[in-house]
């Protein structure tokens, strides 16, 4: 499936961390936030936490007090090209379900 070659090339933490940036593209989040909301560890998130700074796939947007809020970079042409092929994923696993549905009436 399109997951298990992404799984393969990018690997599962990036993915799990990407799904849910999707999720909440444009708000911004803690660290803390982040590894609650995902169920990843502290340690599987600091190894994927630098690539994404790195990459510009999260950028900081303020500090509150000892808080540090991130937010995905829309602007960046990878998040761009995330954000597109996940859009057509989402169209077509919906597609394919139209289909099952249809067998199935």
Do not use: C, P
Not at 49 to 72: H, P, Q, S, V
């Amino acid at each position: 499936t399109m997951q298990q070659i992404l799984f393969s090339k990018i690997g599962k933490a990036h993915m799990v961390a990407l799904q849910y940036l999707v999720k909440i593209k444009g708000l911004d989040f803690t660290i803390s936030d982040f590894a609650r909301n995902t169920k990843m560890t502290r340690a599987a998130l600091y190894k994927i936490w630098k690539d994404f700074l790195d990459n510009e796939i999260i950028i900081k947007t303020r500090e509150i007090g000892l808080a540090k809020l991130y937010k995905l970079n829309e602007k960046n042409e990878v998040t761009k090209a995330f954000l597109n092929l996940y859009k057509k994923l989402l169209i077509k696993m919906v597609e394919n379900k139209e289909k099952e549905m249809e067998v199935l009436a």
